[in-house]
Nanobody, 128 residues
Framework: DVQLVESGGGSVQTGESLRLSCAVSGYSKTNYFLAWFRQPSGKEREGVAALDSDGDTNYANSVKGRFTISLENDKNTLYLQMNNLTAEDTAMYYC???????????????????????WGQGTQVTVS
């Protein structure tokens, strides 16, 4: 079974940094796409950052230059480095992995959450 488990969330002050981790197990696609999404309380889910097996990455305009998505293959761990956090970044953050028999580029993935077949349980980030 595929499992995604996020960690690293917490409460920080404006301008501080956090690094989220997503431990991925049971996911063995050669052509993969992975992403971080977030959902502020009472609002819709939005794509934050995506990465694909071609090595491409893509970011929401609101986080460009502040967030970095990366994958450590030998640890099967997806990361989201978040710098210069603001109150607008407060949300539940979820990692997601592409569904079976589907490949979507990082440039398209953030707008196509329905293509992700596997989701973590989420980790809360609060910035004040």
């Amino acid at each position: 079974d595929v499992q995604l488990v996020e960690s690293g969330g917490g409460s920080v002050q404006t301008g501080e940094s956090l690094r989220l981790s997503c431990a991925v197990s049971g996911y063995s696609k050669t052509n993969y796409f992975l992403a971080w999404f977030r959902q502020p309380s009472g609002k819709e889910r939005e794509g934050v950052a995506a990465l694909d097996s071609d090595g491409d990455t893509n970011y929401a305009n609101s986080v460009k230059g502040r967030f970095t998505i990366s994958l450590e293959n030998d640890k099967n761990t997806l990361y989201l480095q978040m710098n210069n956090l603001t109150a607008e970044d407060t949300a539940m953050y979820y990692c997601a992995a592409g569904a079976d028999r589907i490949w979507v580029s990082a440039f398209q993935a953030l707008g196509r959450p329905h293509e992700f077949g596997y989701w973590g349980q989420g980790t809360q980030v609060t910035v004040s």
